[in-house]
């Protein structure tokens, strides 16, 4: 009784310090909030109050003297809360912006990170560069392995539909995770993919026939290691699934896994790119000579010259 009463006074303190608030005094109080755990404060402020209110941030500075009605104040204030317990501000706006297209996030996927656009853009130069079509002249196949979001395979798949001579054919999006799909099935609906990418649920590339063709596969697979390379920030291990982050004990135990059903099954490919963490580069070069010894592989650093790829090219 006592504590419903000592919220009930906080609550209506709460509204009257709201009543009448103007665009411009909303975002310098939740910059206040907020500044002390986030770096990009006064723009995470702006990203949230335009996603609340659907306008541009550019409206936002346009309009600093408009007043927000009291309910859209308050929820302003809810939402700066959660980033001062360090949610991620795309899980509360439902959006992250990723090569250039939007996608659909909740806290069923990983939040698209901008260092796994490398991983689009070598597939698409390599498509529009080397190879455009299988040898045999057939279109290609795109498997996209613990897609998440989507974000790859529809970055990629977007990118060509308008193509007068698109290279793919059918794009796999696999996830282990039903949730995960669920979410790369609103975005794929999304992005008016439908007839291109297919959701599937696999481990891995469990669902592939021995022998199988598979063109092109893209990864990025969890690898943070749960015993050595346990670097995880601690509201990334809090917020985001934790199916798309561990990778065994050493972080590249699924790549490992990988690797091993391509050998086992035969699987037949011509390029294959993936992800993994800062400090697991020797041990990749590692797996990498183990698995594809008689390929062309090779271990590329991103913009921060820090190794973060794999490719092995192969023949069929
Ligand atoms: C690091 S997230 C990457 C998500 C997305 N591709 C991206 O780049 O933002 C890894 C994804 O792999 C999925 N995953 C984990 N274990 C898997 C497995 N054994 N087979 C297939 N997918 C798996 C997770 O559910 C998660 O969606």
């Known amino acids: ?70 309910e859209d104040a308050l929820l302003f204030d809810s ?84 193509y007068l001579d698109d290279p793919l054919d059918e ?13 790369c099935r609103i975005n794929v609906e999304q992005h008016g993919l439908e007839n291109k990418i297919q959701p599937l649920q696999s481990d891995l590339l469990e669902f592939l026939e021995d022998d199988e063709v598979c063109d092109i596969i893209v990864a990025n ?16 291990e809090k917020f985001e699934p934790n199916v798309a982050l561990f990778g065994g004990d050493d972080g590249l135990e699924l790549y490992k896994k990988m690797f091993q059903q391509i050998k086992e099954k035969n699987v037949k490919f011509r390029l294959m790119i993936g992800e993994f963490g800062f400090a697991q580069g020797e041990k990749m070069r590692e797996l990498l000579s183990k698995y594809f010894e008689q390929d062309e592989w090779g271990i590329y650093k991103d913009l921060a010259g820090i190794e973060r790829m794999f490719v092995v090219k192969k023949k069929y």
């Open 79 to 162: 939402y700066m809360d959660r980033i001062v317990l360090g949610e991620p501000v795309s899980y509360i706006t439902c959006h992250k912006e990723f090569y250039g297209n939007d996608f659909f996030v909740d806290k069923r996927v990983l939040v698209p990170r901008p260092e796994t656009e490398m991983i689009v853009e070598m597939v698409i130069s390599f498509l529009e560069g080397v190879v455009k079509y299988a040898d045999d002249g057939r279109k290609l196949k795109l498997v996209d392995v613990g897609t998440g979001s989507g974000c790859i395979a529809i970055s990629i798949a977007k990118h060509f539909r308008d």
């Open 221 to 236: 697979l969890p690898y943070i290691g749960e015993v050595e390379n346990r670097f995880v920030e601690k509201n990334v």
């Open 171 to 183: 794009v796999f999006a696999v996830d282990v995770s039903e949730d995960a799909l669920d979410v």
């Open 1 to 70: 009784m006592l504590r419903s009463c000592v919220k009930d006074t906080d609550h209506r303190k709460r509204r009257a310090s709201f009543i009448k608030m103007k665009i411009c005094e909303l975002l310098k109080s939740g910059y206040s909030k907020i500044s002390l755990v986030r770096g990009a404060a006064f723009l995470d402020c702006e990203v949230v109050l335009s996603y609340l209110l659907g306008v541009s941030k550019e409206y936002l500075l346009a309009h600093g003297d408009e007043v927000i009605s009291e």
